[in-house]
């Protein structure tokens, strides 16, 4: 019996050991707690945080003039079409701007052709299957200017 104490003691330790060692302490199971150590979430579709969005490509591209006004919007499935208007006063014009969402962020597509997919030159306004913009906004993400 003593023999059975003296090596039930050294397991028990070493299992102690080995479950602290393997834990996560930054998943806890506690929704509370992960919200506050995750960092991420998820891109908001409202005009607020998508005219944000387009302020700020506006500011980092010298040369297409001030933003004047986001004239509309629409989100599908982590992509969003956004209408900006942008120029100095009467000579503004507004241009169709793509966005997918990257965790909160909502990260300018450069260049629509390479999301769009491979228009049907029968029928341009048939979605295409290589497309990665949702069916629900690939008319006005990719058949507007």
């Known amino acids: 019996m003593r ?11 070493l299992a102690g050991a080995l479950a602290a060692c393997s834990s ?5 199971g506690d929704a509370s707690t992960d919200a506050a150590t995750s960092v991420g979430g998820t891109a908001v579709c ?3 945080t998508l005219t944000t969005a387009v302020e700020d ?3 980092s591209e ?3 003039g001030e933003f004047q006004s986001l004239d509309g919007y629409e989100c599908a499935d982590g992509w969003a079409v956004t209408f900006p208007t942008v120029g100095a006063g009467d000579e503004g ?3 169709t701007q793509v966005f997918q969402a ?15 997919g491979t228009t049907d030159v029968e029928d341009p306004a048939a979605y295409p299957s290589d497309s990665q913009v949702p069916e629900s906004i690939w008319q006005s993400a990719c058949n507007t200017n």
């Open 24 to 28: 996560d302490s930054a998943s806890t």
């Open 93 to 95: 014009y507004t241009y």
């Open 57 to 59: 490509l506006v500011a």
């Open 3 to 13: 023999r059975v104490a003296l090596l039930t003691i050294p397991i028990a330790v």
């Open 46 to 48: 409202d005009e607020a």
């Open 102 to 116: 990257e965790g909160q962020f909502w990260v300018p597509i450069t260049d629509r052709n390479t999301v769009c």
């Open 62 to 64: 010298p040369d297409s």
